[in-house]
């Protein structure tokens, strides 16, 4: 009987033994891989935004107004002239700025201002999808000095309006790139690439082909350029077995 409950008791601590090895085991973390794959993608804006601005100055405001009605209605017709529909002219309203002449005596003192008249400005925004033509137009827009109308040109601003499935295509990219990364490494190390623990996305980033930009931790947005590359990271880990 005492033989009997003493193999009895050692079973009882062989068995806790081995249960205790198993959860110790089963509670081991296992080994991990870190890995940041890349992706890519080069392409070509397909909706410009143009800005431009004239003004007309005199000391009376009926005469100033009447003039720039006159310069808005030429830069419409020419714009027209040159392919663009007149819904896409978008006129902001006039901004008026009364002007001042600053007076000093012979020995410098100021001797405070005179009024000159009023500066009337008025600004256009076009914005189109026929990116070439409207690119075009804006460099050719100092014709309108040979009528007499002096028009500030701004540079063109240069959008993707399919951002959003853009995104996506880089995201699978960068997953898988960080994928073959990871598996990789994994068949280096004599491992078995396991299951993904956690992914992460970095920042999604828009900038000029070859301009040689600055990227941005809060995300880089180029619309000077046309031709632009977008980009963006995932950061992987894996568990290796």
Do not use: C, H
């Not at 256009?124 to 040979?146: A, F, G, H, P, Y």
């Not at 947005?221 to 963006?232: E, L, P, Q, R, V």
């Amino acid at each position: 009987m005492k033989s009997n409950a003493l193999l009895f008791a050692v079973a009882i601590v062989l068995s806790s033994i081995i249960f205790g090895y198993a959860v110790i085991n089963r509670n081991r973390p296992q080994g991990t891989v870190n890995v940041t794959g890349l992706g890519e993608k080069n392409f070509t804006s397909d909706l410009i935004v143009w800005e431009g601005n004239f003004s007309r100055s005199n000391s009376n405001i009926q005469s100033a107004y009447a003039n720039l009605e006159k310069d808005r209605e030429a830069v419409t017709q020419y714009l027209i002239s040159k392919g663009i529909p007149e819904e896409q002219l978008v006129f902001n309203a006039v901004t008026t700025n009364p002007q001042y002449e600053q007076n000093y005596s012979s020995d410098g003192r100021y001797m405070g201002q005179t009024f000159t008249g009023y500066q009337l400005n008025q600004s256009l925004v076009i914005e189109s999808k026929e990116v070439e033509k409207v690119e075009k137009i804006s460099r050719e827009i100092t014709e309108l000095l040979n009528q007499g109308i002096a028009f500030y040109s701004q540079q063109p601003r240069y959008y993707y309006t399919d951002l959003e499935s853009l995104k996506l295509e880089m995201i699978a990219k960068a997953t898988e790139d960080a994928r073959i990364r990871a598996e990789r490494i994994a068949e280096n190390s004599g491992a078995g690439l396991g299951n993904l623990i956690s992914a992460n996305m970095g920042v999604f980033q828009i900038t000029g082909q070859n301009s040689g930009e600055d990227y941005s931790w809060g995300g880089a947005f180029n619309t000077s350029s046309k031709n632009k590359t977008a980009s963006i990271t995932m950061k992987l880990v894996f568990e290796v077995d």
